[in-house]
């Protein structure tokens, strides 16, 4: 079964700086999708990024950006130029490309980023 | 473009009593719907998924059931709550056939406490 892995359950950052976190999985799947949602304090979920496991280049979205390693299993968020607005629980979370119809979210247990 | 709505927004209920919660999506048509659970600190969990009016799959075996009774309708019920029951609801869409249907996107969700 995959499996998520969020290490970090909090992280800090000025405002300005930049701040990396860091997320694992375990899978034995060739193919699947990896995504960074932000949950706010109005808890609802928002897609910051997603990324391919077959596309080799790491997505990047404005100040988001990813550090894809699928040989080691890793899928960590740069934010850069962090704003207050970045403060929010952060979630990784893992979705095979099989076809057989799941459609299951595996979702990390979540990183708090304080700005 | 498409929107999620979930209500009520917050709902107290008492140990024994009823619950049915509402999701319903806009501008898209036979879209995947998904209802998760968030405890307190904790990731989401997947309860139900559908695919389709009346396909209902769950991923988790406890007193809560769902039903999907139109297209862009999901709801979320019991016919009699346990105090484990209080959480964060959230709902969610993907596209079904065609588009991103990875990505999941997610309603404001509902604050459910059981006194």
């Known amino acids: 079964a995959q499996t998520v892995t969020q290490s970090q359950p909090e992280m800090s950052v000025q405002e300005a700086e930049t701040v990396t976190l860091s997320c694992t999985y375990d899978t034995s799947e060739s193919d699947y999708y990896l995504f960074w949602y932000k949950q706010p304090p109005s808890r609802q979920m928002i897609l910051v990024i997603r990324?391919?496991?077959?596309?080799?280049q790491n997505a990047t979205e404005n100040r988001f950006s990813v550090n894809f390693q699928k040989a080691a299993k890793s899928f960590s968020l740069k934010i850069s130029d962090s704003q207050l607005g970045d403060a929010a629980m952060y979630f990784c979370?893992?979705?095979?490309?099989?076809?057989?119809?799941?459609?299951?979210?595996?979702f990390g247990t979540g990183t708090r980023l304080k700005v | 473009s498409q929107t999620i709505h979930q209500w009520p927004a917050t709902l107290v209920q008492p140990v024994g009593s009823p619950l049915s919660l509402e999701c319903t999506v806009e501008?898209?048509?036979?879209?995947?719907l998904y209802w998760y659970r968030q405890a307190a600190g904790r990731g989401l969990q997947l309860l139900f998924y559908?695919?389709?009016?009346?396909?209902i799959s769950s991923e988790v075996p406890q007193n809560l059931s769902a039903s999907r009774p139109q297209d862009r309708q999901f709801i979320l019920s019991s016919k009699k709550l346990l105090l484990s029951d209080s959480g964060f609801y959230l709902c969610?869409?993907?596209?079904?056939?065609?588009?991103?249907?990875?990505?999941?996107?997610f309603g404001p969700g509902t604050r459910l406490t059981v006194l």
């Open positions: 979370a893992y979705r095979s490309a099989s076809t057989s119809g799941t459609y299951k979210y595996i």
């Open positions: 990324q391919e496991a077959y596309k080799q």
């Open positions: 969610a869409w993907s596209f079904g056939t065609s588009g991103e249907s990875d990505t999941q996107y």
């Open positions: 559908s695919v389709g009016i009346g396909q």
């Open positions: 501008g898209t048509s036979n879209p995947n």
